[in-house]
């Protein structure tokens, strides 16, 4: 269980945190602009009908309510005016709501779902290096968590474009009232809007290292759960959990902190609006003491910054929600940002009938350690051949399975098929041409079939004769539903031969030119290896196939064997001139015997 290295942040200044909120805002905008305009739409015919509703609360005491009340005049048809003024206001408010929520929530998730197909694409195009380097449960925090807190902003942010109209209405109709209640709002909603940059500011670090401590929970609970075999079986229950106990109370102990310093940043906003409703009240009533202003413009006026309290509470979580969706966007581009692409060429593969041939130049490789793993590989394998790499532990078998499938490329030489470097071939190309099964088989939750096609369209035909080559048939008929039988998150209903033998099935359904088994029958029954051999040999597939193998029985099928100790070629030969001219050939041969005898007599006691 490795140590995860904390991430501490330099504390940014204001100017950079709006800056780079804004221009989150901006990327989203641009992702949907007709969302982000119809939603702006909605807030404004909100806002301006919060406006319009403050004229008519005015209009209606100084025309209808004053004068009944005071001058002692008919009602007459005045109650019925008054009620349609309301009930047009309050339509034309709803329609605003609608329009923006509709239009917000729209706006919302569809950029959600942008930036994870965009991050996961990424992601699937980075090489395994930087793979690698990540851990496996932070990029599901990153996938899911940090896409969704960096699009928060969203969920106000068309509101509080509308409230910044209604701002900017209610200066100019507090002013047009009096300048001295205008001047009294400016300095007020000014106080207000700083008192919210500032919080912002304050809590951005706070933020950025709350989102880091969640990829760090995540981090742990992948781990455990992953891994839960071994938890168990080693009896770690206790360890693991306080584990995660310990990365949950410093995540739960900052998110405390941020509510309660958020909190006390919402009191002091949230009160300004009451404070200055009381301040224009008392003014206000002075003003119209000395005959400057109405008593209708008074109500208009208090009413409507009555009605501002919301509004200003959504710009004020705008600028919050900026500063919390910019540190969640940082880890979200970091990924974006990531360089460690595979390039492609754009050499499409060429449409042969038989398997190609497979050739090595001067390879050299090693690991992000440095350490060397491979050097000076050279040998080539005519079309059609099948050849078994056989080595010790550690003589980068593996390692050059995996270069010739292009997983990883070479520090220095080149892995040509029919002359040409893999490098050379289009993203889509070379899967066509070349198949690696692994030893460890991954296979997803879904059926048998749906495991072998992975939604490709593939005549029924092809699909059952590469589970038939692969010896899938020999154990389907006692699944429960045959090959349409769900298998469980990575296989777990079935042995680790079968996985092997569906994985198997899946690289042969897409008739590939080069064939690279990675060990990847190791789990099925040596009689039963060597049935699938002897079948891919005798069948019309147009495959080279290379085995990184150990039984003596499935070696000697093979046409050729390249033999490699401590990252080099020994010998490249047929299976009985390496017998001759390598003893240590022969005496790696014997020591996988006698293990293999050693763990058939430990299973028989």
Request: net charge negative; aromatic share 6%; proline share 3%.
């Amino acid at each position: 269980m490795a140590a995860r290295t904390e991430h501490r942040s330099e504390p940014p200044r204001l100017w950079d945190v709006l800056k780079g909120g804004s221009r989150l805002i901006r990327r989203f905008v641009h992702w949907h602009p007709w969302s982000f305009t119809l939603a702006v739409l909605g807030a404004a015919l909100f806002v301006s009908a919060i406006v319009a509703s403050a004229v008519v609360v005015g209009k209606i005491t100084d025309l209808v309510i004053i004068p009944v009340l005071e001058g002692g005049e008919e009602i007459g048809n005045k109650v019925e005016l008054a009620v349609l003024a309301v009930m047009g206001v309050a339509l034309w408010k709803a329609i605003g709501i609608t329009l923006r929520r509709t239009a917000a929530s729209a706006l919302q998730f569809r950029t959600r779902a942008d930036a994870r197909e965009k991050l996961i694409e990424h992601q699937l195009r980075l090489q395994l290096a930087w793979h690698d380097r990540r851990s496996t449960g932070d990029l599901l925090s990153v996938s899911e968590v940090d896409t969704q807190t960096g699009t928060f902003v969203l969920a106000p942010l068309p509101y509080a474009t509308g409230a910044s109209l209604l701002l900017i209405g209610t200066i100019v109709l507090v002013f047009a009232t009096h300048w001295v209640l205008g001047i009294i709002a400016l300095v007020g909603l000014l106080l207000l809007v700083s008192i919210d940059i500032r919080g912002a500011f304050s809590l951005f670090t706070d933020f950025e290292e709350a989102q880091y401590e969640r990829g760090a929970v995540s981090e742990i609970a992948h781990e455990s759960i992953d891994g839960a075999l071994t938890v168990k079986a080693l009896g770690r229950e206790k360890e693991e959990t306080e584990r995660f106990s310990r990365a949950a109370s410093t995540l739960q102990e900052r998110l405390i902190d941020i509510g309660v310093r958020f909190a006390g940043f919402r009191a002091i906003v949230e009160s300004l609006p009451a404070a200055m409703t009381i301040i224009i009240l008392v003014v206000g009533a002075v003003l119209a003491t000395n005959g400057a202003i109405t008593a209708g413009q008074i109500v208009s006026v208090a009413y409507l910054l009555t009605l501002m309290a919301f509004p200003l509470q959504l710009i004020g979580f705008v600028i919050f929600e900026m500063a919390h969706s910019q540190a969640a966007w940082t880890r979200v581009q970091e990924i974006l940002d990531a360089e460690e692409l595979v390039d492609h060429g754009t050499l499409e593969a060429r449409t042969v009938a038989d398997g190609a041939e497979l050739e090595s130049k001067d390879v050299h490789f090693s690991y992000t350690d440095g350490e060397p793993v491979l050097s000076d590989i050279q040998f080539e394998i005519p079309a059609g051949h099948t050849v078994a790499v056989v080595g010790p532990t550690a003589s980068g078998k593996s390692t050059l399975a995996m270069l010739l499938a292009r997983l990883w490329d070479p520090d220095g030489g080149s892995i040509r098929i029919d002359g040409r470097d893999v490098r050379e071939f289009a993203r889509t190309e070379l899967a066509l041409e070349v198949a690696y099964v692994a030893q460890e088989s991954f296979l997803f939750d879904d059926t048998v079939w749906g495991n072998v096609t992975l939604g490709s369209d593939v005549p029924e035909e092809d699909v059952l004769r590469a589970m038939r080559l692969a010896g899938v048939e020999r154990f389907i008929t006692e699944l429960p539903d045959g090959y349409d039988t769900r298998i469980g998150e990575r296989g777990t209903a079935l042995s680790g031969g079968q996985r092997q033998r569906i994985a198997l099935a899946r690289a042969l359904v897409r008739r590939p030119r080069v064939l690279v088994l990675d060990d990847a029958t190791s789990a099925v029954d040596p009689s039963v290896e060597i049935e699938i051999l002897r079948g891919l040999q005798g069948a019309e597939l147009p495959s080279t196939v290379v085995i990184v193998a150990y039984r003596r029985s499935s070696i000697m099928l093979t046409d050729e064997v390249v033999f490699m100790e401590e990252g080099r070629v020994v010998a490249h030969g047929s299976h009985e001139e390496l017998l001759a001219s390598q003893p240590g050939y022969e005496r790696l041969l014997r020591a996988y015997e006698e293990d293999a005898a050693r763990r058939e007599e430990e299973r028989g006691e």
